[in-house]
């Protein structure tokens, strides 16, 4: 397993913050609903998308 380093979690970062725009784009989240459900659920996409629907159809 790699080791966790300050330059790996900036890449993660960088990649949540994609993923969570493009949620955000596709869904009535707002960006940082939508960065707040991918942390929430460990960056289980089909997860956070059902997730994200739900909170659509609720709010």
């Known amino acids: ?3 966790q380093t300050a ?3 900036e890449t993660a970062s960088k990649g949540d913050e994609a ?3 493009r949620l955000a784009e596709t869904t009535d989240l707002s960006p940082q609903q939508a960065k707040d459900l991918i942390r929430k659920h ?4 089909k997860k956070v ?3 994200a629907e739900n909170f ?3 709010g």
């Open 56 to 58: 659509k159809a609720e």
């Open 42 to 45: 460990g960056g289980d996409m």
């Open 49 to 51: 998308q059902r997730e």
């Open 1 to 3: 397993m790699p080791k």
């Open 7 to 9: 330059a790996n979690d």
């Open 19 to 21: 993923k969570a725009l």
